[in-house]
């Protein structure tokens, strides 16, 4: 089992349809991140969470809503999303604080969303 | 803002042969360089990572070295196995990111072993 799980693995739903993306890490890190990767597009950054705080939200449109209920936990929440929107979606953890050291960050799988 | 390169884009050899891949980034205050590995359809898997006040890191056959000053991070790998056929991206963490470290990614080296 990989230290990072993400559920599920594929979803397709149409535009009007509430669904939720879920990561879980099992690693012990303080920090937790979505990013998005479309093709042919470097991975981007969409949401950081430190310590179950939300410190970062890269102008990422409303309709994408994450939640943080713990440190072991990050769920991304999505509604009326649009075709552009499809995309792999993954979730990473590290060990992050305030030290000049950088920790690992480990990722994982993935959810390949299609807006249909 | 940062920018991250990844030259070639893709790059294909027969197996056996030794390669490097390269990583280029415009700002040099970076806490640490991580290098991944991703195949088709799947999520990320760390490869090497970095800090900034090191010069390199070996593991197995892979080994990477960072040039802060210059901006620069090479990726070698050797005796090459059609197993290591994947995509290979590096990312960089900024001192300007704080205390959440996220990582700036480049569009990352489709490499690709023939038998």
């Known amino acids: 089992e990989t230290g990072v799980t993400q559920t599920p693995r594929h979803l397709v739903m149409g535009m009007t349809n509430k669904k939720s993306l879920k990561c879980e890490q099992h690693?012990?890190?303080?920090?937790m991140y979505w990013y998005k990767q479309s093709a042919k597009k470097p991975l981007e950054l969409m949401f950081v969470?430190?310590?179950?705080?939300?410190?970062e939200n890269n102008s990422v449109p409303s309709r994408f809503s994450p939640e943080c209920p713990n440190s072991s936990h990050l769920f991304l929440h999505l509604h009326t999303l649009q075709p552009e929107d499809s995309a792999l979606y993954l979730c990473a953890s590290s060990q992050d604080g305030s030290g000049p050291a950088g920790t690992e960050a480990f990722f994982g799988q993935g959810t390949r969303l299609t807006v249909v | 803002k940062q920018e991250v390169t990844q030259i070639p884009a893709a790059l294909s050899v027969p197996e056996g042969e030794n390669l490097v891949l390269n990583c280029s980034f415009t700002d040099s205050a970076i806490y640490n360089l991580q290098w991944f590995r991703q195949d088709p359809g799947k999520g990320l898997t760390s490869l090497l990572l970095?800090?900034?006040?090191?010069r390199e890191q070996t593991s197995g056959r892979l080994n990477a070295s960072l040039d802060k000053s210059s901006g620069r991070s090479t990726l070698y790998i050797a005796a090459s196995q059609p197993g290591d056929s994947a995509t290979y991206l590096c990312?960089?963490?900024?001192?300007?990111?704080?205390?959440?470290?996220?990582?700036?990614f480049g569009s990352g080296t489709q490499l690709t072993v023939l038998p």
């Open positions: 969470y430190s310590l179950e705080e939300r410190v």
């Open positions: 990312a960089v963490v900024e001192v300007s990111s704080g205390s959440a470290r996220q990582l700036t």
């Open positions: 970095i800090q900034s006040s090191q």
């Open positions: 690693l012990g890190h303080n920090a």
